[in-house]
């Protein structure tokens, strides 16, 4: 069932200033954005906006989440002031060459753009790790969940609209222990306090630099940026199941549409869609 969009709560200064600050690199992003204290999901929230017909670019934020998702079905935690959990409304559908490819690759453009805002707003430098969690070593720092919609704002696999929701762990929280094993933040990384606004605002100026380079077909660049910073995307031992059953392999890349490349003997596989684990 779709979350109704009910009143929203005033933006905090913090993100307020960043934005005003970095208006001119967020082009069409942020030209409205909704804030509150506590929702479901914010995904949610932003396929009720795409329904009622607003242009790409809304962007939908919360102090927490009480039903936040991330891939494959699974709970994003979302402890209050502890991390930005963010959601915004694209069309890749629309670019001018390879809409089907722009769309394909729109998780790996925001994997990149999220490493190159952290960066830029703390000079913290995340891997990726295929296709776009960011990590730190071994531990995660932040996640996407892409969901396609129909015109009509319902899920579909190959919609108009994409709802791209990410969530950025910014300090130290209490997650149950099997998150907390696997865990980081970049309060905990850099060892001092982290404005919230400024991560926010440059996370989103960098997602609208690569999405401008998606809808105007400049797809090398997002490839070239995304392998130079995901190193386990090349000679790593991964595990993953398809259709044949558990298999292995060592990581050989990615292809140009960015699908995961994997060595088994004397074949390499490739793997489009699933739960990959690095041993």
């Not at 899920?155 to 222990?177: K, T």
């Not at 090349?234 to 199941?241: D, E, H, T």
Request: glycine share 12%; hydrophobic share 45%.
């Amino acid at each position: 069932m779709r979350e109704p969009i009910g009143p929203s709560d005033p933006l905090p200064r913090e993100f307020v200033e960043a934005f005003d600050a970095l208006r001119p690199r967020l082009g069409r992003i942020g030209h409205r954005v909704l804030f509150y204290d506590s929702i479901g999901s914010t995904n949610d929230i932003v396929a009720a906006l795409a329904a009622s017909g607003v242009a790409e670019g809304a962007v939908v934020m919360a102090e927490t989440q009480t039903a936040g998702r991330g891939r494959r079905g699974r709970t994003w935690f979302s402890p209050p002031g502890s991390g930005l959990y963010v959601s915004l409304l694209l069309t890749p559908s629309r670019a001018v060459a390879e809409p089907a490819r722009a769309t394909a690759l729109l998780t790996l453009a925001a994997g990149l753009a999220l490493a190159e805002g952290v960066q830029r707003a703390t000079g913290l430098a995340p891997d990726i790790k295929w296709p776009n969690d960011l990590l730190v070593g071994r531990r995660k720092l932040a996640g996407i969940l892409a969901e396609g919609l129909a015109p009509g704002g319902s899920a579909a696999a190959d919609g108009l609209h994409v709802v791209l929701g990410f969530g950025i762990n910014v300090s130290a929280a209490a997650y149950p222990p099997d998150v907390s094993a696997r865990a980081t933040s970049l309060e905990s990384e850099l060892g001092r306090g982290i404005d919230r606004g400024l991560v926010c605002a440059h996370a989103l100026a960098a997602i609208a630099a690569r999405y401008d380079d998606l809808m105007a077909g400049r797809f090398d660049a997002i490839l070239d940026g995304w392998r130079r910073r995901a190193p386990g995307s090349r000679g790593a031992r991964v595990r993953w199941q398809d259709s044949a059953g558990p298999r292995t392999g060592i990581t050989a890349g990615i292809d140009d549409s960015g699908a995961l490349l994997v060595q088994v003997d004397d074949t390499v596989q490739r793997v489009v869609a699933g739960e990959v684990l690095w041993d």
